[in-house]
């Protein structure tokens, strides 16, 4: 079965830290671009960062610095690291798998709740 299913997500205070895990089965992981996207309530969701099948990252500026995605290619898995939390890093968060071909459909894992309180 072609999956993507996150783990990780909770309750993190200002400024702490967490790490989301997302474990890929069902097709060749190691194939494809993989990336976090986050939603938070009323919003759209946005990239948060992604890897190349060769480890090339890519970060946004909203989490440069404050973020770290990495994936384990023996494992078929991929990794969010978030520091210095801020209230507006509140989302679920998403793992997605980005198609080989341009037109092709994303796909999403189920999502993970973070949620950052002061």
């Known amino acids: 079965q072609v999956q993507l299913v996150e783990s990780g997500g909770g309750l993190v205070q200002l400024g702490g830290s967490l790490r989301l895990s997302c474990a890929a089965s069902g097709f060749s992981f190691g194939n494809y671009v993989m990336a976090w996207y986050r939603q938070p309530p009323e919003k759209e969701r946005d990239l948060v960062a992604s890897i190349g099948v060769r480890g090339t990252v890519f970060y946004p500026d909203s989490v440069k610095g404050r973020v770290t995605i990495s994936r384990d290619n023996e494992k078929n898995t991929v990794h969010l690291q978030m520091n210095s939390l801020k209230s507006e890093d509140t989302a679920v968060y998403y793992c997605?798998?980005?198609?080989?071909?341009?037109?092709?459909?994303?796909?999403w894992g189920q999502g993970t709740q973070v949620t950052v309180s002061s």
């Open positions: 997605a798998r980005i198609p080989v071909l341009k037109g092709n459909p994303i796909l």
